[in-house]
Protein backbone atom coordinates (compact mmCIF):
# COMPACT_ATOMS: atom_id res chain seq x y z
CA UNK A 1 0.00 0.00 0.00
CA UNK A 2 1.04 3.64 -0.92
CA UNK A 3 2.19 5.65 2.69
CA UNK A 4 3.26 9.01 0.62
CA UNK A 5 1.97 11.03 -1.53
CA UNK A 6 4.19 13.66 -3.29
CA UNK A 7 3.37 16.66 -4.97
CA UNK A 8 3.83 18.34 -7.42
CA UNK A 9 3.45 15.39 -9.90
CA UNK A 10 6.15 17.19 -11.90
CA UNK A 11 7.75 20.20 -12.14
CA UNK A 12 9.97 21.76 -14.88
CA UNK A 13 12.44 24.68 -13.67
CA UNK A 14 15.40 26.37 -15.29
CA UNK A 15 18.63 25.55 -14.25
CA UNK A 16 20.31 27.15 -11.67
CA UNK A 17 17.15 27.56 -10.01
CA UNK A 18 15.59 25.48 -6.76
CA UNK A 19 13.24 22.32 -6.67
CA UNK A 20 10.97 21.93 -4.12
CA UNK A 21 9.30 18.59 -3.72
CA UNK A 22 6.76 17.75 -0.77
CA UNK A 23 5.65 14.62 1.05
CA UNK A 24 2.94 13.73 2.98
CA UNK A 25 2.49 10.08 5.17
CA UNK A 26 -0.06 8.84 7.22
CA UNK A 27 1.39 6.66 9.96
CA UNK A 28 3.57 6.85 12.47
CA UNK A 29 7.49 6.28 10.92
CA UNK A 30 10.49 5.71 12.19
CA UNK A 31 12.74 7.24 9.12
CA UNK A 32 11.96 9.09 6.05
CA UNK A 33 14.23 8.81 2.68
CA UNK A 34 14.47 10.44 -0.47
CA UNK A 35 15.75 8.54 -3.54
CA UNK A 36 15.96 9.56 -7.15
CA UNK A 37 15.46 7.22 -10.31
CA UNK A 38 17.37 8.45 -13.34
CA UNK A 39 15.29 7.07 -16.59
CA UNK A 40 13.69 3.84 -14.69
CA UNK A 41 16.77 2.55 -13.05
CA UNK A 42 17.75 1.49 -9.84
CA UNK A 43 17.21 4.28 -6.89
CA UNK A 44 19.82 6.00 -5.62
CA UNK A 45 19.69 6.73 -2.00
CA UNK A 46 20.25 10.94 -1.45
CA UNK A 47 19.13 11.02 2.20
CA UNK A 48 17.17 9.73 5.37
CA UNK A 49 15.89 12.17 8.25
CA UNK A 50 14.99 10.27 11.44
CA UNK A 51 11.68 11.07 13.13
CA UNK A 52 13.14 12.81 16.32
CA UNK A 53 14.84 15.58 13.51
CA UNK A 54 14.00 18.20 11.76
CA UNK A 55 16.20 19.42 9.31
CA UNK A 56 18.90 17.86 7.53
CA UNK A 57 21.51 18.68 4.62
CA UNK A 58 23.46 17.09 2.70
CA UNK A 59 25.18 19.21 -0.26
CA UNK A 60 22.98 20.90 -2.26
CA UNK A 61 20.25 18.78 -0.36
CA UNK A 62 17.75 19.99 2.51
CA UNK A 63 15.12 18.39 3.83
CA UNK A 64 12.86 19.23 6.32
CA UNK A 65 10.25 16.89 8.42
CA UNK A 66 7.08 18.16 10.43
CA UNK A 67 6.20 14.87 12.40
CA UNK A 68 3.02 17.00 13.26
CA UNK A 69 1.83 17.11 10.01
CA UNK A 70 3.17 14.25 8.55
CA UNK A 71 4.54 15.85 6.05
CA UNK A 72 8.29 16.18 4.62
CA UNK A 73 9.84 18.48 1.81
CA UNK A 74 13.13 17.98 -0.20
CA UNK A 75 14.70 21.20 -1.55
CA UNK A 76 17.57 21.02 -4.24
CA UNK A 77 19.39 24.54 -4.29
CA UNK A 78 20.99 25.51 -7.87
CA UNK A 79 19.42 22.74 -10.05
CA UNK A 80 21.66 21.01 -13.08
CA UNK A 81 20.66 19.71 -15.91
CA UNK A 82 21.89 16.45 -14.06
CA UNK A 83 18.94 16.79 -11.53
CA UNK A 84 16.87 15.76 -14.05
CA UNK A 85 15.11 12.35 -12.70
CA UNK A 86 12.00 11.08 -10.41
CA UNK A 87 12.31 11.82 -6.92
CA UNK A 88 10.73 9.32 -4.13
CA UNK A 89 9.95 9.60 -0.73
CA UNK A 90 9.59 6.44 1.49
CA UNK A 91 9.32 6.06 5.15
CA UNK A 92 10.55 3.17 7.51
CA UNK A 93 8.03 2.15 9.95
CA UNK A 94 9.26 1.85 13.31
CA UNK A 95 8.77 -1.92 13.57
CA UNK A 96 9.61 -4.49 10.66
CA UNK A 97 10.69 -4.67 7.44
CA UNK A 98 8.51 -2.13 5.34
CA UNK A 99 9.65 0.58 3.11
CA UNK A 100 6.99 2.76 1.42
CA UNK A 101 7.22 5.04 -1.30
CA UNK A 102 5.37 7.88 -2.17
CA UNK A 103 3.94 8.76 -5.87
CA UNK A 104 6.76 10.75 -6.91
CA UNK A 105 7.84 14.08 -8.31
CA UNK A 106 9.23 13.87 -11.87
CA UNK A 107 11.71 16.91 -11.95
CA UNK A 108 13.06 18.24 -15.14
CA UNK A 109 15.63 20.75 -15.21
CA UNK A 110 15.79 22.96 -18.50
CA UNK A 111 19.39 24.01 -19.26
CA UNK B 1 31.40 -3.48 -1.88
CA UNK B 2 28.42 -1.39 -1.40
CA UNK B 3 26.25 -2.91 -4.33
CA UNK B 4 23.63 -4.63 -5.08
CA UNK B 5 24.10 -6.42 -8.04
CA UNK B 6 21.22 -7.64 -10.47
CA UNK B 7 21.54 -9.82 -13.21
CA UNK B 8 19.78 -10.08 -15.69
CA UNK B 9 19.65 -6.00 -17.00
CA UNK B 10 17.06 -7.31 -19.60
CA UNK B 11 14.95 -10.26 -19.80
CA UNK B 12 12.00 -10.73 -22.24
CA UNK B 13 10.32 -14.20 -21.79
CA UNK B 14 7.53 -15.70 -23.08
CA UNK B 15 4.20 -16.43 -21.10
CA UNK B 16 5.05 -20.36 -20.96
CA UNK B 17 8.86 -19.65 -20.36
CA UNK B 18 10.61 -20.00 -16.69
CA UNK B 19 12.96 -17.89 -15.78
CA UNK B 20 14.65 -16.52 -12.68
CA UNK B 21 16.02 -12.84 -11.60
CA UNK B 22 19.11 -13.16 -9.76
CA UNK B 23 20.28 -10.49 -6.61
CA UNK B 24 23.72 -10.55 -4.66
CA UNK B 25 24.99 -8.36 -2.02
CA UNK B 26 28.22 -8.95 0.05
CA UNK B 27 27.80 -6.17 2.59
CA UNK B 28 26.43 -8.69 5.04
CA UNK B 29 23.24 -7.55 5.34
CA UNK B 30 20.50 -9.65 6.54
CA UNK B 31 17.41 -8.49 4.78
CA UNK B 32 16.69 -8.40 1.52
CA UNK B 33 13.70 -6.92 -0.95
CA UNK B 34 12.11 -7.58 -4.22
CA UNK B 35 10.35 -4.87 -5.09
CA UNK B 36 8.00 -4.45 -8.59
CA UNK B 37 7.93 -1.13 -10.30
CA UNK B 38 5.52 -0.26 -13.24
CA UNK B 39 5.99 2.90 -15.43
CA UNK B 40 5.47 5.60 -13.60
CA UNK B 41 4.46 4.49 -10.56
CA UNK B 42 6.48 3.59 -6.89
CA UNK B 43 7.97 0.83 -6.65
CA UNK B 44 6.10 -1.97 -4.64
CA UNK B 45 7.02 -4.53 -1.86
CA UNK B 46 6.34 -7.91 -2.95
CA UNK B 47 8.92 -10.17 -0.32
CA UNK B 48 11.21 -9.75 2.53
CA UNK B 49 13.56 -12.22 3.67
CA UNK B 50 15.03 -11.99 7.06
CA UNK B 51 17.75 -14.31 7.92
CA UNK B 52 16.82 -16.30 5.34
CA UNK B 53 13.28 -16.79 6.08
CA UNK B 54 10.74 -15.09 4.15
CA UNK B 55 9.39 -12.68 6.52
CA UNK B 56 6.82 -11.24 4.38
CA UNK B 57 4.45 -11.77 0.94
CA UNK B 58 2.66 -9.24 0.10
CA UNK B 59 -0.03 -11.08 -1.88
CA UNK B 60 2.16 -11.79 -4.49
CA UNK B 61 0.57 -14.28 -7.20
CA UNK B 62 2.27 -17.52 -7.01
CA UNK B 63 3.71 -17.22 -9.92
CA UNK B 64 6.64 -15.28 -8.43
CA UNK B 65 8.34 -17.61 -6.27
CA UNK B 66 11.22 -16.16 -4.33
CA UNK B 67 13.68 -18.08 -3.03
CA UNK B 68 16.74 -17.17 -0.36
CA UNK B 69 19.52 -19.82 -0.71
CA UNK B 70 22.29 -18.40 1.21
CA UNK B 71 22.20 -14.44 2.89
CA UNK B 72 24.03 -13.12 0.02
CA UNK B 73 21.60 -14.47 -2.50
CA UNK B 74 18.04 -13.67 -3.13
CA UNK B 75 16.44 -15.21 -6.52
CA UNK B 76 13.22 -14.18 -7.79
CA UNK B 77 11.86 -17.46 -9.92
CA UNK B 78 9.02 -16.74 -12.84
CA UNK B 79 6.80 -19.21 -14.37
CA UNK B 80 3.69 -18.40 -16.70
CA UNK B 81 3.46 -14.95 -15.87
CA UNK B 82 1.35 -12.35 -17.97
CA UNK B 83 1.84 -9.54 -20.19
CA UNK B 84 0.75 -7.36 -17.15
CA UNK B 85 3.87 -8.60 -14.83
CA UNK B 86 6.00 -6.61 -17.50
CA UNK B 87 7.97 -3.86 -15.12
CA UNK B 88 11.44 -2.99 -13.40
CA UNK B 89 12.13 -5.34 -10.56
CA UNK B 90 14.14 -3.91 -7.99
CA UNK B 91 16.18 -6.07 -5.29
CA UNK B 92 17.44 -4.09 -2.29
CA UNK B 93 19.34 -5.21 1.27
CA UNK B 94 19.21 -3.67 4.65
CA UNK B 95 21.31 -4.61 7.82
CA UNK B 96 18.18 -5.21 10.35
CA UNK B 97 15.04 -3.60 8.99
CA UNK B 98 13.99 -0.18 7.84
CA UNK B 99 12.68 0.57 11.40
CA UNK B 100 16.53 0.99 12.31
CA UNK B 101 16.87 3.94 10.58
CA UNK B 102 19.70 3.29 7.88
CA UNK B 103 19.35 3.27 4.41
CA UNK B 104 20.51 0.87 2.05
CA UNK B 105 21.27 0.82 -1.88
CA UNK B 106 19.06 -0.83 -4.57
CA UNK B 107 20.11 -2.56 -7.12
CA UNK B 108 19.74 -1.20 -10.62
CA UNK B 109 16.81 -3.68 -11.36
CA UNK B 110 15.65 -6.13 -14.12
CA UNK B 111 13.43 -4.62 -16.99
CA UNK B 112 11.05 -7.33 -17.57
CA UNK B 113 8.75 -7.79 -20.61
CA UNK B 114 6.47 -10.36 -20.77
CA UNK B 115 5.06 -11.61 -24.46
Known amino acids: SQQGEEDPQALSIQEGENATMNCSYK?????LQWYRQNSGRGLVHLILIRSNEREKHSGRLRVTLDTSKKSSSLLITASRAADTASYFCATGVEYGNKLVFGAGTILRVKS | DTEVTQTPKHLVMGMTNKKSLKCEQH?????MYWYKQKAKKPPELMFV?????LSINESVPSRFSPECPNSSLLNLHLHALQPEDSALYLC??????WGTGRSYPFGQGTRLTVV
Open chain 2, 49 to 53: YSYEK
Open chain 2, 27 to 31: MGHRA
Open chain 1, 27 to 31: TSINN
Open chain 2, 92 to 97: ASSQEG
